[in-house]
């Protein structure tokens, strides 16, 4: 038992050596030179920690401006985070030991699916996986299923979602990509869909976002960075402006608050651009050892890869996701009180990521018309997918905090589905 906690707490929570040892094990299949392997092997985990580097930037970057935007416009309400929820899981209901062994247990169902039917999609996206077995393992419990059943059940459903988000979505991708080398690891899946039936009814014939053409003086901007900066400077300014100088003293020491708020918002940009060359390196080197996998152990398998792997296909369509699902969000957390619901913040985290991907989907479909509609539905859809979920987590003893990826909330529906199946027979 130690040993199998050893290798869950080590390295299949650590997604950059699963991903390292996945090109490793493609590699030795094909019979490479043990030079290539070497070299294969360690370039692929380089280039997926160089895009966890930009991730992390970003992210530091979007918690100031989360906290100084809700300061600065007096939102109060439920946070959407699954981090928190993950947290109170392991430590207030002692449940960190089933949420490891689920997590496994996710991946060998995913594999064992892959491997015995048409779906060859191989979930890579450690850190999503771990969300999705912690909301299988909490709800779960909730049902009344202990030990070894809820293992299992919180593996084959959180094993059935891994396996059947990428498929679902794959058409999409396909189209984004322009092949069948990769698929989309990310469990918010449903809310992509969702934006991009939406944009394709309501941008026919609609250009692209990345079409779009600018005066000469402004053709600086066509810089996918330049173009970001030009965004995300004014938006980082003005909530810090809003905030004042108090609120902001908290981040920004001796700097004065604008400048700090000025350079917040290009350390945002530098995050974009390391996210940018880590895709860059990891794509090159993870699409080919991937055969070797293909072949040998999942015949035809596709890897199944985190959301930024898509953002350099349609860079423009990224930011107006960004916008335009906060607006959405911001939009449905005014409407959930009049539905009876709780008030759930605007995540900009998620909105970023999500919302980012979600504008890919919408403008491939539906062009820049179909991005701007579908993503403030996508706002919503994301917001009140939460906000119907946080009663039954306060039910468990979740106070003020609910889920953010749509597809671990599904899961969470599918739990209580059942436990009212159950409860009628």
């Given at each position: 038992?130690?040993?199998?906690?050893?290798?869950?707490?080590?390295?299949?929570?650590?997604?950059?050596?699963?991903?390292?040892?996945?090109?490793?094990?493609?590699?030795?299949?094909?019979?490479?030179?043990?030079?290539?392997?070497?070299?294969?092997?360690?370039?692929?985990?380089?280039?997926?920690?160089?895009?966890?580097?930009?991730?992390?930037?970003?992210?530091?970057?979007?918690?100031?401006?989360?906290?100084?935007?809700?300061?600065?416009?007096?939102?109060?309400?439920?946070?959407?985070?699954?981090?928190?929820?993950?947290?109170?899981?392991?430590?207030?209901?002692?449940?960190?030991?089933?949420?490891?062994?689920?997590?496994?247990?996710?991946?060998?169902?995913?594999?064992?699916?892959?491997?015995?039917?048409?779906?060859?999609?191989?979930?890579?996206?450690?850190?999503?996986?771990?969300?999705?077995?912690?909301?299988?393992?909490?709800?779960?419990?909730?049902?009344?299923?202990?030990?070894?059943?809820?293992?299992?059940?919180?593996?084959?459903?959180?094993?059935?979602?891994?396996?059947?988000?990428p498929a679902f979505a794959q058409p999409i991708v396909k189209q984004i990509t322009g092949s069948e080398d990769i698929a989309l690891g990310h469990l918010c899946t449903i809310g992509y869909m969702f934006t991009a039936l939406v944009a394709k009814l309501t941008g026919k014939n609609s250009k692209s976002t990345e079409e779009i053409k600018l005066p000469k003086k402004l053709e600086f901007m066509q810089d996918t960075y330049?173009?970001?900066?030009?965004?995300?400077?004014?938006?980082?300014?003005?909530?810090?402006?809003?905030?004042?100088?108090?609120?902001?003293?908290?981040?920004?020491?001796?700097?004065?608050?604008?400048?700090?708020?000025?350079?917040?918002?290009?350390?945002?940009?530098?995050?974009?651009?390391?996210?940018?060359?880590?895709?860059?390196?990891?794509?090159?080197?993870?699409?080919?050892?991937?055969?070797?996998?293909?072949?040998?152990?999942?015949?035809?398998?596709?890897?199944?890869?985190?959301?930024?792997?898509?953002?350099?296909?349609?860079?423009?369509?990224?930011?107006?996701?960004?916008?335009?699902?906060?607006?959405?969000?911001?939009?449905?957390?005014?409407?959930?009180?009049?539905?009876?619901?709780?008030?759930?913040?605007?995540?900009?985290?998620?909105?970023?990521?999500?919302?980012?991907?979600?504008?890919?989907f919408a403008n491939k479909v539906g062009g820049r018309r179909g991005a701007i509609i579908g993503c403030i539905a996508h706002g919503i859809f994301i917001t009140f997918l939460p906000a119907m979920l946080s009663p039954m987590l306060a039910d468990i003893g979740f106070i003020a905090t609910t889920c953010t990826d749509v597809d671990t909330v599904v899961t969470a529906f599918v739990f209580m589905l059942f436990k009212s199946?159950?409860?009628?027979?």
């Amino acid at each position: 038992m130690a040993v199998l906690n050893f290798i869950i707490n080590n390295i299949l929570t650590q997604a950059a050596i699963i991903i390292a040892l996945i090109a490793c094990l493609g590699l030795i299949l094909q019979k490479k030179p043990v030079g290539t392997v070497v070299s294969g092997t360690l370039k692929t985990m380089l280039g997926f920690m160089v895009l966890s580097a930009g991730s992390a930037v970003i992210v530091s970057s979007l918690i100031y401006f989360g906290d100084i935007f809700k300061a600065a416009f007096g939102l109060d309400g439920i946070v959407a985070s699954i981090e928190g929820i993950n947290g109170q899981a392991m430590n207030e209901l002692g449940l960190g030991s089933e949420i490891a062994i689920t997590l496994a247990g996710i991946f060998i169902v995913n594999v064992i699916i892959a491997r015995f039917t048409k779906f060859k999609y191989i979930f890579l996206t450690g850190q999503a996986l771990l969300w999705e077995a912690t909301l299988c393992v909490v709800f779960a419990y909730y049902c009344g299923l202990r030990g070894v059943p809820l293992i299992l059940a919180g593996s084959v459903v959180g094993g059935f979602f891994a396996t059947m988000m990428p498929a679902f979505a794959q058409p999409i991708v396909k189209q984004i990509t322009g092949s069948e080398d990769i698929a989309l690891g990310h469990l918010c899946t449903i809310g992509y869909m969702f934006t991009a039936l939406v944009a394709k009814l309501t941008g026919k014939n609609s250009k692209s976002t990345e079409e779009i053409k600018l005066p000469k003086k402004l053709e600086f901007m066509q810089d996918t960075y330049l173009s970001v900066m030009v965004v995300m400077i004014p938006l980082y300014m003005i909530a810090a402006g809003f905030a004042g100088p108090e609120v902001c003293a908290e981040y920004c020491g001796n700097t004065n608050f604008m400048v700090h708020a000025f350079l917040q918002a290009m350390q945002f940009v530098v995050g974009v651009y390391v996210l940018m060359s880590g895709v860059r390196m990891l794509l090159a080197e993870i699409v080919p050892a991937f055969q070797g996998i293909s072949m040998k152990l999942v015949p035809n398998s596709v890897p199944a890869l985190d959301c930024p792997v898509l953002f350099p296909y349609a860079p423009n369509a990224v930011i107006f996701g960004f916008i335009f699902t906060t607006i959405g969000s911001i939009i449905g957390m005014f409407l959930t009180p009049l539905f009876g619901l709780p008030m759930v913040l605007p995540g900009v985290l998620s909105n970023f990521f999500a919302g980012g991907t979600a504008g890919i989907f919408a403008n491939k479909v539906g062009g820049r018309r179909g991005a701007i509609i579908g993503c403030i539905a996508h706002g919503i859809f994301i917001t009140f997918l939460p906000a119907m979920l946080s009663p039954m987590l306060a039910d468990i003893g979740f106070i003020a905090t609910t889920c953010t990826d749509v597809d671990t909330v599904v899961t969470a529906f599918v739990f209580m589905l059942f436990k009212s199946i159950v409860a009628i027979f």
